[in-house]
Every structure is written in structure tokens, then in C-alpha cells.
């Protein structure tokens, strides 16, 4: 089955204590993103990747570090987590952006509490 | 980038037809508009995209204006499983990134 998966998909920290979050995809995608979601602010960017080695900053990268070293994973690091990182964060990939092929798949999202 | 504004919530009755707008006031030539959906806890899921002329899919119909400063989501039965919050994006042909602003939180009234 075609999927973007996300581990954990719940997880409570502390502050200054390293995580990471995985993304996955098995679609031989070339475009992977990071959001987070927070109420009454919608989604927003954090790190997006067009390919392998290929990666950029979105509206709200600050505290955060992805990586790219293979196709099909896209990890977000949060070095120093902060409680204003807590957040809903949704890990998503599309073929590319070029003509039809930017519909966007996304995972099923990792809600992230740091106290 | 250029943004959007929706209303932040509309009602439908289930079986009818819901008209879903959006502006973009400050479109350009190269963007595109984009529509999402998020049904409740879950990740925003495509709906249905174009640039300027009207778009069908399975899903929806996308109606863009003339001028491209407006388009609308048009669902053409709402059921129940469509309640969700539905985004309106544009995104630059020659742009990396997408800004989803809030959306629309839509009830579908039994």
C-alpha cells in the first residue's frame, strides 16, 4: 500500500532532551515536507526536500533539522526541543512539484508534548 | 507569496450541493490554486487543483473566476464524511513551498 508513515505518533518530552521524528515513503517521491499544525494557525512549513542532499527552509524552520540522506526518509531532529514545539507535525511527499504531479500524501501526523 | 482568505466556517445539509470560496486578490500569473481537506484527526488529504480553467475530478469541481482573484470548491453532494476543514493554496509554478492558512471548517447537517 502507497503510504507516508510517521514514528512515533505520540510522544511527551522534556525540555533540551534530542528527538527525532521519521518520515517514510515508499512512492519513489521526490518532494518531502514537514509541517506543524497549531490551532487557530493552521498548517505551516517547517523543512521541505526536493530530492536526495536537496533540502530548504519553509515559514517556521527555526529549532528544527531534517536530513535527506535517501529518497524514501526524511527525519526532522528537533536538537533542543522547547515547550513551544509542542505541536501536531505532518510529515508529507509528492512525486514532484512539476504539472499534475504535485498532489501532496500525508502521514498521520505525530502529536509532540514537551514539558 | 501571495495568500487567501476563506470564511472560517459553513453549514451544509447532507444530499445538497456546497459552494466552497476563496480569494485571492493578489494572485499571479504563475499560481496555482490548490485545494486540501482535512477530515478529524487526520493529515490534510488532495482534493483538487488548477490554474485557470474549471477543473472535475471524482472528488470535486474547482471553479476559477475570469480574473483568477476568486475560485470555488464545489461539492456536488455533501455527505457526512465530507465534513472537514478544506484549504485553499496557491502555490508558484516556480515556487518550493505551500501556505495552507486555516481553511474552512465545513458541517454537514443530517
Known amino acids: 500500500e502507497a503510504q507516508v508513515t510517521q514514528n512515533p505518533r505520540y510522544l511527551i518530552t522534556v525540555t533540551g532532551k534530542k528527538l527525532t521524528v521519521t518520515c517514510s515513503q515508499n512512492m519513489n517521491h521526490e518532494y518531502m515536507s514537514w509541517y506543524r499544525q497549531d490551532p487557530g494557525l493552521g498548517l505551516r512549513q517547517i523543512y521541505y526536500s526536493m530530492n536526495v542532499e536537496v533540502t530548504d527552509k519553509g515559514d517556521v524552520p527555526e529549532g528544527y533539522k531534517v536530513s535527506r540522506k535517501e529518497k524514501r526518509n526524511f527525519p526532522l531532529i528537533l536538537e533542543s526541543p522547547s515547550p513551544n514545539q509542542t505541536s501536531l507535525y505532518f510529515c508529507?511527499?509528492?512525486?514532484?512539484?512539476?504539472?499534475?504531479?504535485?498532489?501532496?500524501?500525508f502521514g498521520p501526523g505525530t502529536r509532540l508534548t514537551v514539558l | 507569496d501571495a495568500k487567501t482568505t476563506q470564511p472560517n466556517s459553513m453549514e451544509s445539509n447532507e444530499e445538497e450541493p456546497v459552494h466552497l470560496p476563496c480569494n485571492h486578490s493578489t494572485i499571479s500569473g504563475t499560481d496555482y490554486i490548490h485545494w486540501y481537506r482535512q477530515l478529524p484527526s487526520q493529515g490534510p488529504e488532495y482534493v483538487i487543483h488548477?490554474?485557470?480553467s474549471n477543473v472535475n475530478n471524482r472528488m470535486a469541481s474547482l471553479a476559477i473566476a475570469e480574473d483568477r482573484k476568486s475560485s470555488t470548491l464545489i461539492l456536488h453532494r455533501a455527505t457526512l464524511r465530507d465534513a472537514a476543514v478544506y484549504y485553499c493554496?496557491?502555490?508558484?509554478?516556480?515556487?518550493?513551498?505551500?501556505?495552507f492558512g486555516t481553511g474552512t471548517s465545513l458541517t454537514v447537517i443530517p
Open positions: 493554496i496557491l502555490r508558484d509554478a516556480t515556487g518550493n513551498q505551500f501556505y
Open positions: 488548477g490554474l485557470t
Open positions: 508529507a511527499s509528492s512525486l514532484s512539484l512539476a504539472g499534475p504531479y504535485n498532489e501532496q500524501f
